[in-house]
């Protein structure tokens, strides 16, 4: 189904639900997908299908990744987080259910965070608790300048526990500790200084940017990025250096001898691009 963005309408504030419509659309571009939540009515929040979906859509792209996954959301917001129905149906499941419930939300995070694919969110409006784990968990987050974020949590009498190692590791400690306990709202320029979102810009320039990163993730070798976020986990995770420095060595010479790594290194010395590489612009076809 084809994806467009488009300027939320005037009524957009009461936006109206349709029944028939997919909770993702999933739109396909030279490699390039583009995964949009679509629970407009309710600001995008997760309830149990829409976490399904993703899971699923996650699920595939690990078996059969894109060369760059765009996540965003349609309407005014990229995601309010948990939907109020939803976290009112769990208020009368048992602790048991409360913690499978959160464990599958977890694993809805991890599967994002761990896809081999470059991931670029796309935040074009406000974005709370779930929905900063979401930003969190992407390689590149790109914002709209007027967008605002918060982890909310406390003020529910809850934690943002299923998101926390996804928001710590992205922003540290020290910004987590005031963000989570205050859940006082924060702009994106703020979000960016403390390395939640990578990039901002004004509203009329966002698709522009998200494209020219799309385009400069397409030059690398698809596998070289798999294994280079693989590196980045395990620069956090492992502790003992020796463990670490075989980890990287590793890498880095099943990468020489792979077919990637001799096409790269031979389009490099010919002065071409190598064969995965898109088109100039001006040569793609429409």
Known sequence: MTHR??????????????????????????????????????????????????????????????????????????????????????????????????????GMFRRLDTLPCPTVARIHGPAVGGGVGLIACCDIAVAVEGAMLGL???????????????????????????????????????????????DTTPADQLDGHVDDLTRLLLAGGPKAQAHTKAILRAVLTISDPQALDQTTAECIGALRVSEEGQEGLRAFLAKRPPRWAPPPPDKQTP
Request: glycine residues 4%; negative net charge.
């Open 152 to 198: 909310s949590e406390v003020r529910l009498g809850l934690s943002p526990a299923t998101i926390a190692p996804f928001v710590v590791a992205k922003i540290g400690h020290a910004h987590a500790r005031r963000l989570m306990l205050t859940a006082e709202r924060f702009d994106a320029q703020q979000a960016r200084a403390i390395g939640l979102i990578t």
């Open 5 to 106: 963005h488009h300027t939320p309408d005037s009524d957009a504030s009461h936006p109206q639900a349709d029944p028939a419509s997919p909770l993702l659309i999933s739109h396909d571009n030279r490699g390039v997908t583009t995964l949009t939540l679509n629970r407009v009515a309710v600001h995008n929040a997760f309830n149990a299908e829409l976490v399904t979906a993703l899971i699923d859509a996650f699920e595939a792209m690990h078996a059969s990744p894109p060369r760059v996954l765009v996540l965003t959301g349609q309407g005014t917001s990229f995601s309010a987080g948990a939907d109020l129905n939803w976290m009112q149906a769990m208020v009368h499941a048992s602790q048991a259910d409360n913690e499978a419930d959160a464990k599958r939300l977890a």
